[in-house]
């Protein structure tokens, strides 16, 4: 391992006395890392919990899946029902306490046994309102733990071969939608396809803004020969939908937009 390694491996050698550990692994980079360096320095006592929900997108599970079979942990699946949650239905400022605590309650329903790691990274903002689920359910976070960044988590997912290494960061399908309307699952369906399209179209780091029946979509700078070529697909499926485009906006790199 790199020096950056290192402070993982260290963090886990603490944590030896520990039975077991199950790791919140999203698909997303950060959490892949902790798997990957859970599983090499504990073996078998250590597990991967994935959760599915409305607000999960089918790559995100797919890549969850894959990352896993890849670094030969061992997998466990749930689903949870966000929507059954009213205060989540809302869609108002506590909606994501709300989400990270049934997650972190299921995890623990899957692994009740282990101590539970997510991937929050120390560039992550420490007021999200899902930082205080993780304490709530005493969830530790290597990664921020270690004092390890996004750049720094990236290049520790190269070193160790990961597949997502680059894959660009992720938020839940909720955040799509226009915070203080009610949730529709009818609009989650409609963003996650949307963006599914977007993706088979070769676009990276895509986000789907639903506003009513109006859809803006954000795609990378430098996406002109994609959008070029995709248009009329785009177009047609956004139509197919019952919505009416209001326009694309160009993307602006950064790990922590949602």
Excluded at 53 to 79: K, P, Q
Excluded at 118 to 123: E, L, Q
Excluded at 139 to 165: Q, T
Aim: proline share 3%.
């Amino acid at each position: 391992m790199s020096v950056l390694g290192d402070r993982l491996e260290q963090l886990f050698a603490s944590l030896d006395r520990e039975e077991r550990v199950a790791v919140l692994l999203s698909g997303g980079v950060d959490s892949a890392v902790v798997a990957a360096c859970a599983f090499a320095a504990l073996g078998g006592r250590a597990v991967a919990v994935t959760l599915r929900s409305e607000f999960t997108s089918g790559c995100d599970a797919e890549w969850a899946a894959r990352i896993a079979a890849h670094i030969g942990i061992a997998h466990l699946f749930g689903r949870v029902r966000l929507l059954d949650d009213p205060g989540i239905l809302a869609h108002e400022s506590d909606r994501c306490l709300r989400c990270k605590r049934i997650l972190c309650a299921q995890a623990r329903q899957l692994a009740p046994d282990a101590l539970l790691l997510d991937g929050t990274n120390a560039d992550d903002d420490p007021a999200r309102p899902g930082r205080r689920a993780l304490r709530e359910y005493h969830v530790r976070s290597p990664l921020e733990e270690c004092g390890l960044g996004k750049h720094h988590v990236r290049e520790l997912a190269e070193n160790l071969g990961l597949p997502n290494a680059n894959r660009p960061s992720n938020s839940c399908l909720a955040t799509r939608l226009i915070a203080g309307r009610v949730i529709r699952r009818e609009d989650l369906a409609r963003v996650a396809r949307v963006e599914e399209v977007l993706r088979e179209e070769g676009f990276e780091d895509v986000r789907a803004r639903l506003d009513d029946l109006k859809m803006i979509l954000e795609i990378p700078f430098g996406s002109e020969p994609l959008l070029e070529k995709a248009h009329a697909r785009i177009m047609q499926t956004i139509k197919g939908l019952g919505l009416t485009l209001a326009g694309y906006v160009y993307r602006a790199s950064g790990e922590n937009r949602t």
